[in-house]
């Protein structure tokens, strides 16, 4: 639970964590430095000067894509009790309309259960 959301994933198969990871690596990779302390718990304001660079190079089509590949098994249950299953735009929209700061941390959290071993170095048991 997250600021009164209730969060689930699960993680992406293989072959698509892999092709995401490729275009998060090529958005990110220039900030990743200032980016890597990110938490569901973080500040998000504090983060925009590290994600507006990375944004910048990319289309709006293209962040609205990568978005929903990072957000495709996830479902939340928002502060009114109402569940949104992720996998479609509608439902992003539905779930986070006036609550922007809050799809951040839903992304940061979803990226973290795909990727924190690979940033770790730990391998998943």
């Avoid at 698509?16 to 304001?45: H, N």
């Avoid at 000067?49 to 190079?57: G, H, R, T, V």
């Avoid at 894509?65 to 992720?86: E, P, R």
């Avoid at 609550?99 to 730990?122: D, H, R």
């Amino acid at each position: 639970i997250i600021d009164g959301f209730e969060i689930s994933t699960v993680k992406l198969p293989a072959r698509r964590a892999l092709t995401l990871f490729k275009k998060l690596v090529t958005v990110l990779g220039p900030v990743l430095d200032r980016l890597s302390g990110i938490t569901a718990k973080s500040d998000v304001m504090a983060l925009v000067p590290a994600i507006s660079e990375a944004l910048s190079k990319v289309s709006d089509e293209e962040f609205l894509s990568m978005t929903s590949q990072i957000l495709a098994t996830t479902t939340v249950i928002n502060a009114d009790k109402k569940k949104f299953d992720l996998s479609s735009s509608a439902n992003i929209d539905g779930a986070f309309t006036g609550e922007l700061p809050m799809l951040f941390k839903v992304i940061a959290f979803v990226l973290k259960v795909n990727y924190s071993n690979f940033f770790n170095g730990e391998p998943t048991a």
